[in-house]
């Protein structure tokens, strides 16, 4: 039957919205399965968990005390009281969120109004730029330095000038260094009263030991400010959506709580973050192990003649001098997802998540043989 498909709507659409880039999502296992024609494929795209995730989790989801039939708690209060304790936080400062993501989206929605300026860095988190621009806001991006670290000159040039909102993730995604304790301090010392500092920790526990702890750090520094942590990426949670934040006041707290969805985390995230939170030594065993894969896999892409960006996360990011595309497209075929990234001045930049030691082999031959030709 033939449809008639109008080529321009009249309906008034949010512009802010409308305008929004695209989110680059990467490519799922079954894509690649089809574009590369072959079934071993190695997802180094999306920063999950190579090992999984703890055992515990999956014992608390087939377990008879998990209800799926009934409307989780739309407080988290079980989930937030047990990260109270670990955190040695109040719980009523953390609001639980489906996905970090979420909370992004919430702490925009609670602070932003059109015409106010965010300040986040390039490359970024695609995000912290994203949730910015459709609340209507203008979004003021710092580009890394030269040595592929954070311009702290620039950065703190752009908090003092006094932005609304200010998102910087620590350790750095894409590009992979955390901030020490002296350069955090400098951005938070540049913060202005009437802004709120962000700092997102999607990546903490893989950083390297010594690495300040923003929730204590921030919690002494008198600035609004907002800390985020996900289940996602060392807890091996991604595909149940769970992260959340840590805020430096009640009413804070309480907005952005107000900015999310009332059922926002579902039954299973909740059940599966209780679960993984009391089973730490997993998380911290894995986080090990990928912090070794992380070192081994970067002095072979060194070796191999790539510029690699120093890493405290769970991937690596590097400068093919090329099109990285190109360089993913050649990976694609072997059966190997990494990212090619795409904001404008970083092309020749790839991002590939550590994976599990044969996986990271794989990717070294894999690179080796293209730039071989
Ligand atoms: C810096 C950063 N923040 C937040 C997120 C969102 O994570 P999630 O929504 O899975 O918690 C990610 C995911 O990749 C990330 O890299």
């Known amino acids: 039957m033939e449809q008639s498909v109008k080529p321009v709507s009249s309906l008034p659409l949010n512009p802010h919205i409308a305008a929004l880039p695209?989110?680059?999502a990467g490519m799922n296992i079954a894509m690649a399965r089809t574009l590369s024609g072959r079934h071993d494929i190695a997802r180094l795209a999306s920063n999950e968990n190579p090992d999984g995730c703890s055992p515990a989790v999956m014992a608390a989801l087939a377990s008879s005390s998990f209800e799926p039939w009934r409307y989780a708690d739309p407080a988290c209060a079980a989930l937030r009281a047990a990260l109270g304790e670990k955190l040695a936080v109040d719980p009523d400062l953390i609001?639980?969120?489906?996905?970090?993501?979420?909370m992004i989206a919430a702490?925009?929605?609670a602070v932003l109004v059109p015409g106010v300026s965010v300040v986040t860095t390039v490359p970024s988190f695609g995000l912290h730029e994203i949730e910015p621009l459709a609340a209507g806001a203008n979004v003021v991006?710092?580009?890394?330095t030269a040595e592929m670290g954070f311009d702290l000159a620039a950065l703190e040039e752009a908090i003092a000038a006094g932005p609304r909102l200010v998102f910087i993730s620590s350790p750095w995604n894409p590009v992979g260094p955390g901030l020490d304790g002296p350069s955090l301090q400098r951005l938070i010392d540049a913060v202005r009263?009437?802004?709120l500092f962000a700092l997102d920790e999607a990546y903490f526990e893989f950083a390297d030991p010594g690495a300040?702890?923003?929730?204590?750090?921030?919690?002494?520094?008198?600035?609004d400010h907002v800390v985020l942590r996900t289940f996602s990426k060392a807890y091996g949670l991604a595909g149940l959506r769970v992260g959340y934040a840590v805020c430096s006041g009640l009413e804070l707290a309480r907005v952005i709580a107000a900015a999310k969805t009332p059922f926002n985390v579902n039954a299973a995230a909740q059940t599966a973050a209780i679960a993984a939170l009391a089973d730490e030594s997993w998380m911290e065993a894995s986080a090990a192990r990928v912090r070794a894969e992380r070192l081994r896999t970067g002095a072979a892409l060194a070796g191999l003649g790539f510029r690699v960006a120093q890493s405290q996360t769970n991937f690596l990011f590097f400068d093919c001098k090329g099109d990285s595309s190109s360089l993913a497209a050649g990976l694609l075929k072997q059966g190997i997802i990494v990212k090619a990234w795409r904001e404008t001045g970083y092309e020749h930049y790839l991002r590939v998540t550590i994976g599990?030691?044969?996986?990271?082999?794989?990717?070294?031959?894999?690179?080796?043989?293209l730039v071989a030709r």
Request: a negative charge.
């Open 95 to 102: 609001v639980a969120g489906n996905g970090s993501e979420e």
């Open 141 to 144: 991006k710092i580009p890394m």
């Open 356 to 369: 599990l030691p044969a996986d990271n082999d794989r990717l070294i031959a894999a690179l080796q043989e």
């Open 22 to 24: 695209p989110y680059n």
């Open 107 to 109: 702490i925009s929605r």
């Open 212 to 223: 300040p702890d923003g929730i204590q750090v921030l919690r002494g520094s008198g600035i």
């Open 193 to 195: 009263p009437g802004t």
